[in-house]
């Protein structure tokens, strides 16, 4: 079992910056991609970036490619999302999720999910 713990949301005013932690824990998380999701109200889980454990390959959605960018501290056990020049329409509720997958844009590969972090932009 992996249990993973998002922490940094809030409300940051558009322009401004905020930095998610994914805290991983529970059996060897090495052989897993993280991935980052993002639901805004009545809307679909989309795929925001992700970033495979081992060589840290990364990838990212074109609504936030330039903006955001995904890393892991493998000692820690973290993966975070640095979010630059937030946009009102970044607003949603943030999620970090784990797979064993090479499918990682789609939320449906993913086995394990954590609970969510608000991240607000205000206008």
């Known amino acids: 079992q992996v249990q993973l713990v998002e922490s940094g949301g809030g409300l940051v005013q558009a322009g401004g910056s905020l930095r998610l932690s994914c805290a991983a824990s529970g059996r060897a998380f090495s052989s897993y991609a993280v991935g980052w999701f993002r639901q805004a109200p009545g809307k679909e889980r989309e795929f925001v970036a992700a970033t495979t454990w081992s060589i840290g390959q990364t990838y990212y959605s074109v609504a936030v490619k330039g903006r955001f960018t995904i890393s892991r501290d493998n000692a820690k056990n973290t993966v975070y999302l640095q979010m630059n020049s937030l946009k009102p329409e970044d607003t949603a509720v943030y999620y970090c999720?784990?797979?064993?997958?090479?499918?990682?844009?789609?939320?449906?590969?993913?086995?394990?999910w954590g609970q969510g972090t608000q991240v607000t932009v205000s206008s």
């Open positions: 999720a784990g797979t064993s997958s090479g499918f990682i844009r789609a939320p449906d590969e993913y086995s394990y």
